[in-house]
Every structure is written in C-alpha cells, then in structure tokens.
C-alpha cells in the first residue's frame, strides 16, 4: 500500500505556520551571529528585512524588544542574539553550541558577553568611518524593495538616524576604537590561552562564533555583507592591517574559510 500522504489544507496551514523566521538587517553583525547560529544548528530558516526604525514597533509588539534579530520559531519568538542561543541550544540538542561542562560553559558565556560588548563598539567605530560611503546605503536600501526606488531620498534621513540611535561622532567613534582594541588584547589573550584554536574546548561553540561574527566587519570578511566596505581611509586600513597581523585576526579569517558553511543569505528572502 502506497505512503499516506497529508492533503488536509489546516495540516499544510499549520506547517506554514510553524515556519522558522529570522527578522533582521542585513548589515548588523548581530544579525550575522544569528544567521550563524541558526546554520550551525543545521536549521531551516527563512530570512526576512525590517526597515530600520520603522522595525521598533514589530519588535516590541513580538518580543518586548527594540532591536534586531528577531527569530520566530514556530509559536516561539526569541529577540536577542544571545537568547536565541540558548534557546535553540535547549530546544534543538544536536550540536551543542554550550558546552556540558559547568566550567566551560561558564567561561563560554563569559567570552561571548565580551565580544557582543565589543561589539557595540565595533559597531560605533565602523559607522564613524564609513557611514558616509555609498557602499553602506547600497547595502541597507537595495535589499528592500520597496525603499530602492526612493533611495535618494532616504540616505540622508537613514545616515542621520543610526548617527543619532548609535552615537556615531568622530569623537565616540574615536573612543570605541580604544575600546574596541582593549577587547581584542583580551579575546586574543584569552584564544592563545586555549592553544589558539578555539576559544573554549577543541570545537567550534557559541564564543567563536560570536568573537568572529562581532570583528568580522573590521576585516571586510569574504562572504559577509561587509566584503565590498574594504578599508578605504587611513584609518580603516591602518586597523584592518593591524588585526589581520594577529593572532586573533588570522583565526577570525580561518573560522569564517573553514566553519562559517554561510547559505548566502544575508541578504534576506
């Protein structure tokens, strides 16, 4: 007898229902650890682009919260990166981006909250330097499709409200780079300490995955949506130079050649 085939249409409802959504931006590196996460998880996901500030009321509405990602899981609605986490490490088992051992598991999260703390600062530093480009706004107006035919238009509204959401003035700018160095003597110090391979255990885990997706902007990682903002200033030469001379920037390019394993889809469905 022939497999019995579901043709029920609330069962096809409720599949479409239960779809795995990621709402995000394609430029945030948070967004990045997201997608990252999801992948590693080896998960189906559907990728969808909030526009900027107009996203805060979605969010909230969704999750009590105002900022990107934002994943819907079935009935689930997670709203941050590091939350998102340890939900799926709780709710999917295979590939356990936390390790079992109480130790490393706390040394872990403790490696992953500096790196999303450094990376705020990367955040800041990066727009300080290249807001101003047309590579940026090419990046966050072109993959919506209903803000391309006014990007003229929007740029400068779009420029003044991250300058404003995120403090991006040459002289902030100017302290999260001091900051943003500080971080990477420690995470660095930190990898070193673990043989240089992988910050905690012998295996890929939620601190790599978060210290790479939080730097990967700085060095224009190939793959990533920051691969055509290839340092075009002093400045941005200068850091990029600097991090790719160490330790810490070698094996940022190695984990995203050997692990990232992207499906290219930052760009959004």
Excluded at 155 to 174: D, F, M, N, W
Excluded at 208 to 233: C, H, Q, R, Y
């Amino acid at each position: 007898m022939a497999r019995m085939v579901h043709q029920n249409p609330f069962f096809c409802l409720g599949i479409l229902l239960m779809k795995r959504i990621l709402y995000q931006f394609p430029l945030s590196h948070y967004c990045e650890k997201a997608r990252w996460l999801l992948d590693f998880k080896d998960l189906e996901y559907s990728v969808k682009n909030l526009f900027p500030a107009a996203h805060r009321l979605f969010t909230f509405l969704k999750s009590q919260s105002s900022t990107v990602p934002l994943v819907k899981d079935g009935k689930e609605w997670i709203g941050d990166s590091t939350e998102l986490a340890f939900y799926l490490d709780a709710k999917y088992t295979l590939r356990p981006l936390l390790p079992s051992d109480p130790i490393l598991r706390s040394k872990a999260i403790t490696i992953e909250d500096l790196a999303d703390k450094a990376g705020t600062h990367v955040r800041r530093w990066a727009y300080s330097q290249i807001l101003a480009e047309n590579g940026v706004m090419n990046i966050m107006l072109d993959d919506y499709p209903y803000a391309k035919p006014f990007k003229k238009q929007l740029t400068p509204v779009v420029r003044k409200g991250i300058s404003q959401l995120y403090k991006v003035t040459p002289e902030k700018g100017a302290e999260s780079l001091q900051k943003m160095q500080k971080a990477i003597d420690e995470l660095e110090s930190l990898l070193l300490e673990n043989g240089g391979r992988y910050f905690v255990g012998n295996c890929l885990g939620l601190a790599d995955i978060t210290v790479a997706s939080m730097f990967a902007p700085v060095l224009a990682v190939k793959g990533t949506p920051w691969e055509i903002l290839t340092p075009s200033n002093t400045m941005t030469q200068a850091v990029y130079r600097q991090l790719m001379a160490r330790p810490l920037g070698q094996w940022i390019q190695r984990v995203y050649q050997e692990e990232r394993h992207a499906r290219g889809n930052w760009h959004g469905d």
